[in-house]
């Protein structure tokens, strides 16, 4: 018998958008070439002991994306809403219980208004970020949506956010690790899979 329970995690890509490296990298590279940019968000479902999905198994989504309104107006096609994409995995994101946050750039938090019924797991340091001094800065600001950020206030109050200080487990086989750098609360995301553990570590790595 397993110690941990185990996860299925699938990768969802919702948008894609063609670059150059310029455009993503803060120091220009004079050798330019295509850096094209995939976005997704994750889930990881629950499997039995035999490794079939567990019967009332709670999936766990990581990460809401961006919706064709945003996307529109920053100049990224949104291919199909992620909400959309999670019910071609037989999961309702209405009835969805736990989101993870990884951060809340505009790409991980735009459509938490999909899921009416979850709570939120967010870092200290990332809501921090969000609503304090930093936010008077573009170069910090132009990655986050204040709509999004108003949204994810509104859930605190609704009791809808679960806040985090560092590393701690959501439930068994599944936990978050606060990485910092990218944004000051960025998490990461550790789950037990067949194959062993895996980190997703969203916008901490390429
Ligand atoms: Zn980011």
Redesign the pocket.
């Known amino acids: 018998m397993r110690s941990t329970p185990i996860y299925e995690v699938h990768a969802v890509k919702y948008a894609h958008l063609p670059r150059k490296a310029w455009e993503v990298q803060i120091t220009p590279d004079p050798h330019d070439a295509d850096f094209p940019m995939d976005y997704f968000v994750w889930v990881a479902i629950p499997l039995d002991e035999a490794g079939n999905r567990a019967i009332g198994g709670k999936p766990i989504v990581i990460d809401t994306g961006f919706n064709a309104q945003v996307g529109k107006k920053r100049g990224r096609e949104v291919k199909r809403n992620p909400a959309d994409l999670l019910g071609d995995l037989g999961i309702d994101p209405s009835e969805v219980e736990d989101v993870v946050i990884t951060?809340l750039?505009y790409?991980?938090v735009g459509n938490w208004d999909k899921f009416p019924k979850a709570r939120f797991h967010l870092q200290d340091k990332e809501m921090q970020f969000a609503t304090g001094r930093h936010m008077c800065q573009d170069p910090f600001r132009h990655?986050f949506e204040v709509d999004d950020i108003v949204g994810m206030v509104r859930a605190v109050y609704g009791k809808r956010v679960v806040f985090h200080d560092g590393d701690e487990e959501i439930q068994p086989g599944l936990s978050v690790h606060l990485i910092g750098g990218?944004?000051m609360g960025?998490q990461s995301v550790r789950v037990m899979t067949r194959n062993g553990w895996m980190v997703l570590a969203?916008?901490a790595s390429h």
Do not use: P, R
Request: zero cysteines.
């Open positions: 951060h750039h790409d991980h990655a990218h944004t960025i969203s916008d």
